[in-house]
């Protein structure tokens, strides 16, 4: 069980050690593995589908930078100065909820904190779980379920909290 070949001993993505985990569940019979040091995090479940989560980097809360171009932005209501958004921190798929059974995350109204789980981001056949990263109330979701999602897309427009 050589933890290190080619990777640093800390890297808990190694594929050898995910390998192993797996191999772990499937000789104990364990539905789930959910693996936290430091700021990385890995979790495996067993289901439907073969998930693995793992803490992406950081989403940004950030004010709009400008207005969006008046081009084909008639559907687009006027920009609140007071809105902060919710952007993508990869590329990948947009998923609202973990499963498609599942209710969606969150939903318009719904009020959020940093560590509130807003959707799902698949990229490359990994599940990554985002977080909010900043406090508010959701006003509008800016994709739709299944999206290809750019790096820095807007996904949420949310109210500060006050």
């Known amino acids: 069980m050589s933890s290190n070949g080619g990777s640093g001993p800390g890297d808990v993505f190694d ?3 995910v390998r192993r985990l797996v191999e772990l569940m499937n000789e104990h019979d364990l539905g789930e593995i959910d693996l936290r040091q430091g700021d990385q995090r890995i979790r495996l479940r067993r289901g439907q589908e073969p998930v693995v ?7 940004v809360a950030q004010a709009p930078a400008a207005p969006a171009p008046s081009g084909d932005s008639s559907a687009t209501p006027a920009e609140d100065p007071n809105a902060i958004y919710i952007t993508s921190p990869m ?23 940093s560590d509130t789980v807003v959707c799902i981001l698949e990229a490359m056949k990994v599940f990554n779980e985002i977080p909010a990263e900043c406090s508010g109330s ?3 979701i800016l994709v739709e379920n299944g999206d290809a999602i750019e790096y820095g897309q807007k996904l ?4 500060p909290a006050s």
């Open 15 to 17: 594929v050898r050690k």
């Open 156 to 159: 949420f427009r949310l109210e």
């Open 91 to 113: 590329v990948g798929t947009f998923y609202s909820a973990s499963t498609p059974e599942d209710p969606p995350l969150v939903k318009v109204g719904d009020q959020v904190g």
């Open 138 to 140: 959701i006003v509008a």
């Open 53 to 59: 989560a793992m803490v992406a980097p950081p989403a």
